[in-house]
């Protein structure tokens, strides 16, 4: 059974930095690539940043290029989220994904297998 979990979210000032931890178990972690999403309040589930199997290869939405790393350690089964320069539109629930999907569809909810519960991380300004 997969899990994921995530951690490391809280309330920040705008500009101030969080990182975000997503621990995975149930199958092999460095066979599959991982995602980042977010939804605000009101909103979609919409898509941050995504990373391959080996970390060779990084992807992000247009609005976090600049701000934001994705990054993971196979050996820890873990996948992060460096944000940096944090602003209040940034405000949501994190969550990540697990995928077997082509990185064609890393930006795609639907290509996803497994999610966590997802953390909250506010930004007031």
């Known amino acids: 059974q997969v899990q994921l979990v995530e951690s490391g979210g809280g309330l920040v000032q705008a500009g101030g930095s969080l990182r975000l931890s997503c621990a995975a178990s149930?199958?092999?972690?460095?066979?599959?690539?991982m995602g980042w999403f977010r939804q605000a309040p009101g909103k979609e589930r919409e898509f941050v940043a995504a990373i391959n199997w080996s970390g060779g290869s990084t992807y992000y939405a247009d609005s976090v290029k600049g701000r934001f790393t994705i990054s993971r350690d196979n050996a820890k089964n873990t996948v992060y989220l460096q944000m940096s320069s944090l602003k209040p539109e940034d405000t949501a629930v994190y969550f990540c994904?697990?995928?077997?999907?082509?990185?064609?569809?890393?930006?795609?909810?639907?290509?996803?297998?497994?999610w966590g519960q997802g953390t909250q991380v506010t930004v007031s300004s």
């Open positions: 994904g697990q995928t077997s999907s082509s990185v064609y569809y890393l930006r795609m909810i639907d290509a996803y297998d497994y």
């Open positions: 149930g199958r092999t972690f460095s066979s599959y690539a």
